[in-house]
């Protein structure tokens, strides 16, 4: 029987890494391994001796072989080179994975590429002490790390700078306005295309938000037949689509974030992430910096432009 059958051929990635990792597996001897545990426990022996690290060396497996898939075409787990292995870890490293991450992903991979066939990539950057800015790339790991419903609101979130229960209020534009005691900028948006939707954030304030066609498509798909009624930090809010939202999804997003870079700033980072590319948008369409914050201000949901000078750091 080759390798990629045996380890899955033609299986999605994360039932490949189940399967190999499956046969590394010695929970018997844990406690007598227990002493000389290193990272994630394996060091001592080679072989896995909790479910805990079971679970966290299959994700780990899974992007990097979607990784691989996009990058190289790989469609089994099993036939990752050790160049391939080393080539990603280097990538990890560029993007700002922490260290402790960098060195699980090794571990994870020698499963697959051989003990001692790759060598340990120092972490270039540690974003968390600087920003709470998620890059694109990394918003993208995060999503690979969620279940489906989770990630498509962390994609919401993303490219509409939401605030975590704002996903919970989501509605068409045209079934709730915008607030209509505010003046806003017809500015909003500019260099964007997509669907206009309306939500409620701080202090009752109804604001349009924008997404992009194909989130749009996923999002209608999940419309109810009527809004169901939820509650959130107990806070009660009418729900027009399954999604998952609020403290429920922001937990979430903390926890794949830790397992796919090594590290988090919360769901709130998706926020300064919109921030961020949005002035950069502005300013390639013209905007100089005060109108382009005052811009971003109100699809934020402020209406002072100073506020979101904290979203720029």
């Given at each position: 029987?080759?390798?990629?059958?045996?380890?899955?051929?033609?299986?999605?990635?994360?039932?490949?890494?189940?399967?190999?990792?499956?046969?590394?597996?010695?929970?018997?001897s844990r406690h007598a391994a227990k002493a000389g545990l290193g990272i994630a426990g394996t060091r001592s022996t080679g072989r896995i001796h909790s479910l805990a690290t079971l679970k966290k060396y299959s994700s780990n497996l899974k992007l990097a072989g979607e990784w691989a898939k996009g990058r190289h075409g790989l469609r089994h787990l099993a036939q990752m080179t050790a160049g391939q292995a080393q080539e990603y870890l280097e990538h990890r490293a560029a993007i700002g994975i922490s260290q402790?991450?960098?060195?699980?992903?090794r571990h994870a991979m020698e499963f697959v590429t051989g003990a001692g066939s790759l060598g340990r990539v120092a972490a270039i950057t540690q974003p968390?002490?600087?920003?709470?800015?998620?890059?694109?790339?990394?918003?993208?790991?995060?999503?690979?790390?969620?279940?489906?419903?989770?990630?498509?609101?962390?994609?919401?979130?993303?490219?509409?700078?939401?605030?975590?229960?704002?996903?919970?209020?989501?509605?068409?534009?045209?079934?709730?306005?915008?607030?209509?005691?505010?003046t806003w900028r017809p500015e909003r948006f500019a260099g964007r295309e997509g669907v206009r939707y309306v939500v409620t954030g701080k202090g009752g304030l109804r604001r349009e938000v924008l997404l992009s066609h194909e989130t749009s498509e996923r999002l209608e798909a999940l419309r109810l037949d009527a809004p169901r009624e939820v509650v959130d930090r107990g806070i009660r809010y009418s729900q027009a689509y399954d999604i998952s939202g609020g403290n429920r999804w922001s937990a979430s997003f903390?926890?794949?974030?830790?397992?796919?870079?090594?590290?988090?700033?919360?769901?709130?980072?998706?926020?300064?992430?919109?921030?961020?590319?949005?002035?950069?948008e502005l300013a390639g369409n013209g905007f100089d910096y005060?109108?382009?914050?005052?811009?971003?201000?109100?699809?934020?949901?402020?209406?002072?432009?100073?506020?979101?000078?904290?979203y720029l750091r």
């Open positions: 029987m080759s390798k990629t059958t045996r380890f899955g051929k033609g299986r999605p990635m994360d039932e490949q890494a189940a399967a190999i990792l499956r046969q590394h597996i010695d929970l018997s402790k991450q960098l060195d699980a992903d968390k002490l600087v920003s709470r800015f998620y890059a694109p790339v990394q918003v993208d790991f995060i999503q690979q790390s969620q279940g489906e419903a989770n990630a498509l609101s962390t994609r919401i979130a993303y490219e509409a700078g939401l605030r975590a229960h704002e996903l919970l209020t989501l509605r068409r534009a045209g079934e709730e306005q915008k607030s209509p005691h505010r903390s926890a794949a974030s830790e397992r796919a870079l090594g590290w988090s700033t919360g769901a709130h980072g998706l926020r300064h992430s919109y921030a961020q590319e949005r002035m950069a005060y109108p382009a914050r005052d811009i971003l201000s109100q699809e934020l949901g402020h209406f002072r432009g100073e506020i979101v000078e904290t």
